[in-house]
């Protein structure tokens, strides 16, 4: 599609869910690469609005409530402050970061879903969903469980099942139950209104499958296999009790769908930004209602159909909105080779990694950028982490910086030599960063930021063989007006480095900017070769990264595997108990504590663990057991350990096996050795 020529850019980012905190999977799909996009317009002096807020209403919130004995707005509160601080301290440039709970944007939610209703664009409908007769009240999805119709699991949601993944709707659960009182739902009739999607379907297909073929493919594809579909008539009210209520008559006890309500907070958030500075952004109309605006979502590929088709709808049901010129979804992103769950904590929150590792934001940025799930899902490592930071960011861009101050510190004294004549070596590394705006600039504006991140980093990559090749610390003895050109080249592409990183890397290149004593570049500087005159002053030279240790990432990996654990105790189930013995039939085992004098592994055994026992009985007694996936035999030497000591002697491998040793079944199946807490006489009994 040809190229359109704006006059502003509104880009917004997804709203994220006031009931927990950031992860890096929603910084890696939504809030990095939005704002890179935003701080590379605004460098290009550009007028764009970057709009934030948090989505606050819907059920989620409400169960979070009711578990924690609080009201729903308690819980907002609390994770609205926590979300738009996170972000603040994580330098993601939002214009404003408003809310869905606020005043602003409950009147102009239901002012326009108003509008739709008086215009008719709405459809009143009967339909029958499930009600707990003991709570007085319909159930949302969320608030029904039961056994999941395909895959059986007996914790499926309403609307989905976790296990499997299968998308379904409360009636279709086996033996569902309310959440709420635990009781069996019964159906009951309930009127709601509903965007006729179908009606918009033929100008969907024109506006995205023939209009917008230079969309990412991950959205292209999936808005095409929506469409290709028939669209069906989609709820835009639910029976609750927590949200906007429905301004209509015979509409009490219903509230606004929050996927109705949610993107609509980035218009009343616009508003309410214009509202309170009309003199420098204008009134709201013209971000959303000029056709001289541009419109950007940035969002995870979960909301492509909400932000590509019922949104669209929406606002074309409503008249005079732009509709989004792009909407750069991203795929997910995994953690350590497990996909990120907010129900099981694994994920790296942002709140907690801004604490566990103080001023490394951008090192985050950075590795979350070199790894962003663009094309396809993508996975963040602790160690990947580890090397991109000490390998890239403190090897390459780091020490390039810090060697070119530090020679221009050492042989003048901090100040920006002149330029002389120019060698062939010279020349060379003019002409492999001449083309570095250009490329960074159009991958910018094809949303392509890992690749755009690559070119930055490339400038790093030519300073250090241009510093190494021309080894200005052996010429300085010889030829020192030769050493002028080769600072003055090197300190020309650090002033590059600070504007190409200028998106990625906001605090290492505010840094960088200090340290060479310029408070400000324009995106047009970037290319040019001379940006820093001679005679120009640089302040003190000081490292811009520093080396990541073994350590700290260990104590990352330590938190995950506590995670893991922690979830894998919650999700056990012990076996169920065995049939009901006499004390008569537990009184014929003859359970003994063992003193383990010696183990070895038994030879072409890739089970076997051969014991000897000290038994008290003054002989020792040879015991086989099938441990050795779990055990190194020089770990259960001198242990006391639990054994049955008269089980009838029985051949394994040509050894006689007398007794056996007692092994607990860990959630994971492993065996565990049983012992005793404190030392005692072999051949004691158990009873």
Not at 87 to 94: N, P, V
Not at 315 to 343: Q, R
Not at 652 to 660: A, D, F, L, P, V
Request: proline share 5%; aromatic share 10%.
């Amino acid at each position: 599609m040809e190229q359109k020529n704006f006059k502003r850019t509104t880009v917004t980012a997804a709203l994220p869910y006031a009931n927990g905190g950031v992860h890096i999977g929603h910084l890696a799909g939504v809030y990095v690469p939005a704002d890179i996009y935003v701080r590379y317009l605004r460098l290009k002096k550009q007028e764009v609005m970057f709009i934030g807020g948090s989505d606050e209403h819907g059920v989620p919130i409400t169960i979070r409530a009711r578990k924690e004995g609080i009201t729903p707005q308690d819980v907002v509160d609390r994770y609205h402050a926590m979300i738009k601080k996170s972000f603040e301290d994580f330098g993601i440039s939002f214009d404003i970061y408003s809310r869905t709970t606020s005043d602003v944007h409950h009147k102009f939610a239901a002012d326009f879903f108003r509008k739709l209703f008086d215009e008719g664009k709405l459809v009143e409908e009967t339909t029958t969903q499930l009600y707990d007769e003991e709570a007085h009240q319909f159930l949302a999805d969320r608030y029904v469980t039961g056994e999941c119709p395909h895959c059986h699991n007996e914790g499926a949601y309403g609307d989905q099942c976790e296990k499997c993944g299968r998308d379904l709707s409360p009636t279709e659960l086996i033996n569902p139950k309310s959440t709420i009182s635990g009781s069996t739902p019964v159906l009951r009739e309930t009127k709601n209104w509903y965007l006729p999607l179908n009606d918009y379907q033929e100008w969907l297909k024109q506006w995205i499958l023939e209009g917008h073929k230079e969309w990412r493919p991950n959205v292209y594809g999936q808005c095409k296999s929506w469409l290709d579909m028939d669209l069906q008539p989609r709820a835009m009210t639910r029976d609750l009790d927590w949200g906007i209520p429905v301004p209509v008559e015979g509409a009490e006890g219903k509230v606004l769908y929050v996927w109705f309500d949610a993107p609509i907070g980035y218009i009343s958030n616009t508003k309410e930004l214009c509202d309170r500075e009309p003199q420098r952004w204008g009134n709201w109309e013209k971000w959303w209602q000029d056709d001289e605006s541009r419109l950007v979502h940035f969002i995870g590929k979960d909301n492509i159909v909400f932000h590509c088709i019922i949104f669209p709808v929406m606002m074309k049901a409503h008249g005079k909105y732009i509709m989004p010129d792009n909407v750069p979804a991203n795929e997910f992103l995994n953690l350590e080779n497990d996909k990120i769950s907010t129900s099981r904590n694994w994920a790296v929150w942002l709140h907690e990694y801004l604490e566990d590792m103080p001023g490394k934001q951008d090192v985050l940025r950075y590795v979350l950028t070199a790894n962003a799930p663009e094309t396809k899902d993508n996975n963040f490592t602790w160690k990947d982490f580890q090397e991109r930071n000490n390998n890239e960011l403190v090897a390459v861009y780091g020490n390039f910086v810090n060697r070119a101050l530090q020679l221009t510190k050492k042989y003048w004294g901090g100040v920006v030599p002149a330029c002389g004549e120019l060698q062939d070596v010279d020349r060379q590394a003019f002409d492999e960063f001449k083309d570095v705006k250009q490329k960074v600039e159009t991958l910018l504006d094809q949303f392509k930021f890992r690749d755009a991140q690559k070119e930055a980093m490339n400038l790093a990559r030519i300073g250090n063989r241009y510093i190494t090749e021309c080894e200005p610390w052996k010429v300085w003895k010889t030829d020192p007006k030769r050493v002028e050109t080769i600072l003055y080249i090197s300190l020309q592409l650090v002033a590059n480095l600070a504007i190409a990183f200028e998106p990625f890397l906001p605090f290492s290149s505010k840094r960088l900017r200090e340290m060479i004593n310029v408070e400000d570049f324009d995106w047009n500087q970037l290319g040019q070769t001379d940006i820093l005159k001679p005679g120009h002053q640089l302040a003190e030279p000081a490292l811009l990264f520093e080396k990541i240790e073994d350590s700290v990432i260990q104590m990352q990996l330590d938190k995950l595997e506590a995670t893991k654990r922690a979830n894998e105790a919650a999700a056990y189930k012990a076996a169920p108990v065995k049939d009901t013995v006499t004390f008569e039939d537990f009184e014929k085992l003859d359970i003994r504590v063992g003193h383990v004098k010696d183990c070895v592994k038994v030879k072409k055994s890739k089970k076997l663990l051969q014991f000897t026992i000290d038994d008290g009985s003054g002989q020792d007694r040879t015991i086989l057991s099938g441990i050795a996936a779990y055990y190194e035999p020089e770990q259960l030497i001198g242990r006391d350990v639990l054994f049955v000591a008269n089980f009838a002697p029985r051949k394994m491998m040509g050894i006689e096996s007398q007794g056996m040793i007692l092994s607990a079944v860990d959630s994971d199946e492993s065996l565990c050795v049983t012992t005793v807490l404190r030392q005692v006489k072999p051949g004691s009994q158990v009873g």
